[in-house]
């Protein structure tokens, strides 16, 4: 089983359309979650931590359910600009600290 | 604030070849590291450091060396370039903090090909 687990999507929405993307992370002593996004050929950017408690920032919705191991982002509102791939992070509570990515799910928002 | 600085964008090497990226950061970051990125499966840590003078393996880290002289710079070298060593690669940084919710900042990437 891979360490943290995404749908690779692409999922395919309108614009204005509402989307949710699910990860699961197996290591259940995980401390920190985020969500980075990419761009095509470019590098990962933060989009957002991920709190307990559930956070937002703008049309963005981050939460965690540490029970089930599984961390989720919903985007309302869909723009064309949100084209790209969400990586879903966590980070491990090891020596390190070490940052385990799932591969992504890749979004695409059409006219 | 220039961030993390990584060069060269682009380089193809032939296989057998040595040759080192370099990653420079400008935040005061403790903490920097080196992943590859290939389809399929998600960036892989090769090399971390927590310090300077601190280095350590990732996941992957065979066929590349790092040191860390300085807090500042991270270069990552390929000893004797191989074709599975194809790939983009990213560098790194944060800050390490009890807790340690500090994300990562990348650098803009190195694609490598090796023939």
């Known amino acids: 089983r891979k360490e943290v687990e995404q749908d690779p999507g692409p999922f395919n929405v309108p614009e204005g359309a509402t989307v949710a993307f699910n990860c699961t992370y197996s290591n259940s002593a995980s401390q920190s979650f985020f969500w980075y996004r990419q761009d095509c050929r470019k590098e990962p950017k933060l989009l957002m931590s991920v709190y307990s408690s559930g956070n937002e920032d703008g049309r963005f919705t981050a939460q965690l359910n540490r029970a089930s191991q599984y961390i989720s982002l919903l985007i309302r509102d869909s723009k064309l600009s949100d084209s790209a791939t969400y990586l879903c992070?966590?980070?491990?509570?090891?020596?390190?600290?070490?940052?385990?990515f799932g591969t992504g799910t890749r979004l695409l928002v059409s006219p | 604030n220039a961030g993390v600085t990584q060069t060269p964008k682009f380089q193809v090497l032939k296989t057998g070849q040595s040759m080192t990226l370099q990653c420079a950061q400008d935040?005061?970051?403790?903490?920097m590291s080196w992943y590859r990125q290939d389809p399929g499966m998600g960036l892989r840590l090769i090399h971390y450091?927590?310090?300077?003078?601190?280095?350590d393996q990732g996941e992957v880290p065979n066929g590349y060396n790092v040191s860390r002289s300085t807090t500042e710079d991270f270069p990552l070298r390929l000893l004797s370039a191989a074709p599975s060593q194809t790939s983009v690669y990213f560098c790194?940084?944060?800050?390490?903090?009890?807790?340690?919710?500090?994300?990562?900042?990348f650098g803009n990437g190195t694609r490598l090909t090796v023939t």
């Open positions: 935040m005061n970051h403790e903490y």
């Open positions: 450091s927590v310090g300077a003078g601190i280095t």
């Open positions: 790194a940084s944060s800050f390490l903090r009890q807790g340690n919710n500090s994300p990562l900042h």
């Open positions: 992070v966590v980070r491990e509570n090891t020596g390190f600290q070490k940052l385990v």
